[in-house]
């Protein structure tokens, strides 16, 4: 198949890099040219995300003017939302895409989506428990996430980057994620607590 | 007659109405067919191709529609299995879900290739609005994805236009066996259609033809309409009314003339036997008495006395003479005659012993060739053999060898040439139209005796047969009296048969042969 996922060498020499420094996460580069194809469409799914969900009105929701994905400690991402950043990624309303790094749990503040890059459980746990109930769509890359109400889980098959949704997290955060996304998600239901 | 080149189809120019008719009809039907075919065909092929472009563009939204997802995660096995759903549709022989990447380039998502349709090559691209395009035999649609007003990839669909020629094909095969019927049907209508132009031409054909062949001007053509055959054949039949009385006037006007003349001639005919015969008794008057003069007072007359009285007599002799020339002109008219085949020669031979007897002819002098036999009345040509015998005998009366020939041959598929040849005197060709009028004589009674009736009789006679007479001559030279007589019998001759046996019933003799005598 033409121009599909084959994963060119360059990448492939940075995966290894990547997988050598066992540090899941680890910001290699500021530069987007450097992040890892796995981020660059990790970020893209962040995206699709907010365009393909209906966020409830919650009192901290109600305070974003804008959309925001708030990235919890490291940023694997590099400068992949820029060109998205300051966009509406939605023709339902004018809100703009806003990005927001919290480098610590002390920092984390109201957003649409959450990514929590760390596959630390008990950062995952605190993290999660701050945030859910606040209608916020938790991501992020360990089964953790899901088991504690969070949304949804990114993982690798193929070398396709796949996600799971945890269909009770969804209903509990009180979120509407458009069919396609269910239809191509990998369906869980772990109970909130 | 002048035929007209201006006329279009030229070939058709010698060809029957029929033919002509079944040929316009023809291609009349095989010009509107074709026609109505072609502009059907070319509706139907923009009409089906329009409905094809409109519904697989509508089946390209559908897709694109179920495939926003798959390109929105760059999940190719949903955007396979989407594509496979086309699998349904013949029409489709490539797909493709195009992905527009967050740097701009654009990949191949996933494709559908139909099992037996080739691959061909082609340009992925991800426009901003759909788009239709025909190729030769190829419909290309781009369908744009969007999310959320976003514009992640495309949906390439290749479309295979057989279903639209096949329709063509279709569509034409369907009108060529209609034409085939249409041109078949319309053959066979032809072949009676033609009879409303030829009938009408064919009533007028036979009429003109029967006007021609049998003088019947009292048919009329039938009339069958009122177009211009119909104005031809009132014009036609009009003529025909003109004609009609024309002849008829003609004819009664020839049937008056005709009796008148008759009654004229039976008339002349009856005077001059009345005349003639009546002459002779003065005349016996005249040369008895003279004789008696002579005879009884002999002694009493001086010689000069006797030699006018032997004039007198003379003279009373030679107008006999001439009265019977005339009477047997005359008695001509008034023979019944007899038609056979008869022998020249044998005729010739008695001619000449009856001519020997009286003294005037030496049979000696004469030759007959073979000649060949004649069809007519033989005691009428022996009269003419008679007159012509002694003509020749009397013209060679200076010369010191007498030579007469008779011969004859083979004139024409009717008639027989005679002729009569003599060493005499002759004549001058400027006379030879003058020899066979009554009286007319070129020779004065001093030379050559004579009452100028004789060729007279002769001319007339084979006049009566259907045939002709001439003579030619270089003075000195002697002459040739030519003859024709037919060869066997003419329609010529039942009238001639009929009109002399008229003749005959309605003279009233004034007296009796015996008296004649």
Redesign the interface.
């Known amino acids: 198949?033409?121009?599909?996922?084959n994963i060119s060498s360059r990448f492939a020499t940075a995966l290894i890099v990547v997988m050598l420094c066992s540090i899941p996460g680890t910001v290699i580069g500021q530069n987007s040219q450097n992040v890892p194809r796995e981020y660059?469409?990790k970020a893209?799914?962040l995206h699709?995300f907010l365009?393909?969900t209906t966020w409830p009105s919650t009192p901290s929701l109600d305070t974003l003017d804008s959309y925001v994905i708030g990235v919890l400690g490291d940023n694997p991402f590099g400068s992949?939302f820029n060109?998205v950043i300051g966009r509406t990624?939605?023709?339902?309303d004018n809100k703009t895409l806003e990005i927001k790094f919290f480098n610590s749990l002390s920092e984390l503040s109201a957003c649409h989506i959450l990514y929590i890059s760390s596959e630390d459980p008990s950062i995952i746990r605190r993290a999660t428990k701050q945030v859910v109930g606040s209608g916020t769509f938790v991501v992020g890359e360990s089964e953790t996430v899901l088991k504690n109400c969070g949304v949804a889980q990114f993982f690798i098959r193929n070398n396709?980057?796949k996600?799971m949704i945890n269909l009770n997290a969804v209903k509990e955060e009180g979120l509407k994620i458009?069919s396609?996304?269910l239809?191509?998600a990998e369906i869980v239901r772990y109970a909130c607590e | 007659m002048p035929v007209s080149e201006n006329i279009p189809f030229k070939g058709l120019k010698d060809a029957p109405i029929r033919r002509k008719v079944t040929v316009v009809s023809m291609s009349t039907a095989l010009i509107a067919l074709l026609l109505t075919a072609a502009t059907f065909i070319v509706i139907d092929f923009l009409n089906t191709r329009d409905s094809l472009a409109e519904r697989m563009s509508s089946l390209a939204a559908v897709v694109s529609t179920n495939s926003q997802g798959a390109l929105a995660f760059d999940d190719t096995d949903r955007a396979a299995k989407n594509l496979d759903g086309l699998r349904s549709v013949e029409e489709v022989d490539y797909a493709a879900l195009i992905k527009l990447e967050v740097d701009s380039t654009v990949s191949v998502l996933a494709d559908y290739l139909k099992p037996d349709a080739g691959y061909s090559q082609f340009v992925p691209s991800v426009p901003k609005t759909s788009s239709a395009e025909f190729t030769f035999d190829e419909l290309l649609i781009f369908q744009p994805v969007e999310i959320q007003g976003e514009l992640v990839g495309s949906l390439f669909l290749k479309v295979n236009l057989s279903v639209v020629y096949g329709r063509i094909w279709t569509f034409a095969g369907i009108m060529l066996a209609v034409l085939v019927l249409v041109l078949l049907l319309t053959f066979l209508v032809s072949g009676r259609f033609h009879r409303v132009i030829t009938t009408p031409l064919d009533s007028l054909v036979t009429t003109a033809r029967s006007v021609t062949d049998n003088h019947d001007y009292s048919v009329r053509a039938n009339k069958f309409g009122n177009d211009e055959v119909g104005l031809v054949i009132d014009a036609f039949n009009e003529m025909l009314i003109d004609l009609q009385e024309l002849h008829h006037d003609l004819e009664v006007r020839v049937q008056k003339r005709t009796s008148q003349l008759q009654q004229a001639v039976t008339e002349l005919e009856s005077f001059s036997y009345s005349v003639s015969h009546d002459l002779r008794a003065p005349l016996r008057a005249v040369d008895g008495f003279s004789s008696a003069l002579l005879e009884d007072y002999s002694d009493n007359i001086s010689e000069e006395q006797r030699r006018y009285l032997e004039i007198i007599k003379q003279s009373a002799k030679q107008m006999g003479a001439l009265i019977d020339g005339l009477l047997a002109f005359s008695r001509l008219g008034r023979r019944e005659v007899s038609m056979s085949e008869f022998s020249i020669s044998s005729i010739a031979h008695q001619a000449a012993n009856e001519l020997e007897l009286s003294g005037s002819f030496d049979i000696g002098c004469l030759t007959i060739k073979d000649v060949p036999k004649a069809y007519g009345d033989s005691t009428m040509v022996r009269q003419v053999l008679t007159n012509l015998l002694s003509n020749a005998y009397k013209f060679t009366a200076d010369e010191p060898t007498r030579n007469i020939v008779l011969g004859g041959d083979t004139y024409d598929s009717e008639f027989n040439r005679y002729y009569l040849k003599d060493n005499g005197v002759g004549f001058e060709m400027k006379y030879a139209d003058k020899l066979f009028g009554v009286f007319q004589r070129l020779h004065h009674n001093s030379e050559f005796e004579g009452s100028g009736v004789g060729l007279a009789i002769v001319e007339r006679v084979i006049t009566r047969h259907g045939g002709k007479v001439w003579a030619e001559s270089v003075p000195g030279q002697g002459a040739t009296f030519f003859f024709t007589l037919p060869r066997h019998r003419l329609a010529i001759h039942d009238e001639f048969e009929l009109r002399s046996q008229e003749r005959v019933e309605a003279l009233v003799q004034p007296q009796s042969e015996v008296d004649e005598q």
Request: no cysteine; glycine share 4%.
């Open positions: 198949m033409p121009g599909s996922w660059k469409v893209v799914f699709r365009q393909y992949s060109s990624p939605k023709s339902t396709h980057v996600f458009d396609e996304v239809e191509l």
